[in-house]
């Protein structure tokens, strides 16, 4: 019982992981394409 508590438990932990890495490289891009915006538009004004 313990060890398919354990097993199950490091499953919804990977899980989480693999979540939380996607949701951060998510965030990246969009913070990448973001500046990326910015700068065009701070071009376009000068």
Do not use: P
């Amino acid at each position: 019982m313990d060890s398919q508590a354990n097993k199950l438990l490091n499953c919804m932990l990977h899980k989480v992981g693999v979540f939380a890495l996607d949701i951060v490289k998510a965030s990246f891009l969009l913070m990448c394409f973001y500046l990326a915006e910015v700068a065009n538009g701070q071009n376009n004004l000068q």
